[in-house]
């Protein structure tokens, strides 16, 4: 039992709800993961991908946008955010590239800015498909979601499927899911 008479499993549970409601008010997870690091303390700086790759693209997602078997092309970014060094995501983002202006397909090959910020200007919107939260979120994660990106104009943009680690939770969640 916690300080506060609930089981480590609730306050996680708990933590893993109100982390994927801040996600959902900042209409990009990008947005939605420095806000959520700004007001508890986790790294400094903005969002970054700390590491990138780059591979064939998982049909499962390009089902969900209605891509597969078409000759639009795809483009596949495996991507692990983070602010200040610190990991706090992974993410398999599947992106229309033809959809985007060219600079911003630039900025995504050539920056370690997020798909979120670049294509910020786009007015992003998403809709979550599924949400995982606990053991069914996966090895080390809290919360696992599928959703796909829209444009202001309702564009299909991406398809995207996130792990977001436990370290947004704060030490002692990060710490139990390691020995998980």
Known sequence: MEADGHTFAETTA???E???A????????TAGLLSWCEARGIGSGPIRVLACA??????????LLGAAGTAEPLSLRRVVLGRGGIALAEAENLHLPARLPEPMRQALAKSDRPFGEVAAPLGLRRR???RRSGAA???GAVLAQTALVFSADGTVLAA??????AVLLG????????RA
């Open 171 to 178: 030490p002692r969640a990060a710490g139990s899911l390691k």
């Open 14 to 16: 708990a933590g893993a």
């Open 18 to 20: 109100a982390l994927a």
């Open 54 to 63: 780059e591979g064939a693209p998982p049909k499962e997602l390009a089902c």
């Open 128 to 130: 979550t498909l599924e």
């Open 160 to 165: 995207v499927r996130e792990r977001f680690l």
């Open 137 to 139: 979120a996966g090895p």
């Open 22 to 29: 801040a996600l959902d008010a900042a209409g990009s997870v």
